[in-house]
């Protein structure tokens, strides 16, 4: 278990990477073609950080979400030096009463844009942003009902003061 959330962001960084090295091991050990380009964009190499942090595709995922959730958050750039550095100078940046909240969302974000991609490679899926949207808002729901309590304080927070 992580002790710090700099530990579980650079843990789940490294199952990203380590998934991703294993992946295109066993592509090429079948024989099947996969290019090198992000599937989600295809304006750089394929990697854990340029997916999470530099993609222009998720990068307009992030903002759509914090902009729905009237959330004032800088969004990952290409000059943010690691997935976790920007998670924690994210959930510093917010009160503390809604970190665990936070939490949830880019761990819930975060998996949803690597089911995505994956989705694209393995499945011959186009990349669409409100399909990936759509996923979040769905699968967020879930989670508010098997017992994410703080994330649901998030989601009625924001609407509430959208509206």
């Excluded at 595709?57 to 976790?84: C, G, H, K, M």
């Excluded at 690597?114 to 699968?139: D, M, Y």
């Amino acid at each position: 278990m992580a002790k710090n959330l700099a530990e579980l962001g650079t843990s789940t960084l490294q199952i990203l990477h380590l998934v991703g090295i294993k992946r295109k091991d066993l592509v090429a050990k079948h024989g099947l073609q996969h290019p090198d380009a992000c599937p989600l964009c295809d304006q750089a190499q394929e990697t854990a950080q340029h997916l999470l942090l530099s993609c222009v595709f998720t990068r307009q995922v992030w903002f759509f979400i914090f902009q729905y959730l009237n959330l004032v958050i800088d969004l990952p750039t290409a000059e943010s030096s690691s997935f976790s550095a920007w998670w924690c100078n994210t959930i510093r940046a917010v009160p503390k009463d809604m970190r665990k909240s936070l939490n949830s969302l880019i761990i819930l974000v975060a998996w949803e844009v690597w089911k995505h991609r994956n989705s694209c490679v393995f499945e011959g899926a186009r990349p669409s942003i409100q399909i990936l949207l759509q996923t979040v808002a769905n699968e967020s729901s879930l989670w508010c009902m098997a017992g994410a309590s703080k994330l649901r304080q998030l989601l009625t927070r924001s609407l509430v003061l959208g509206t």
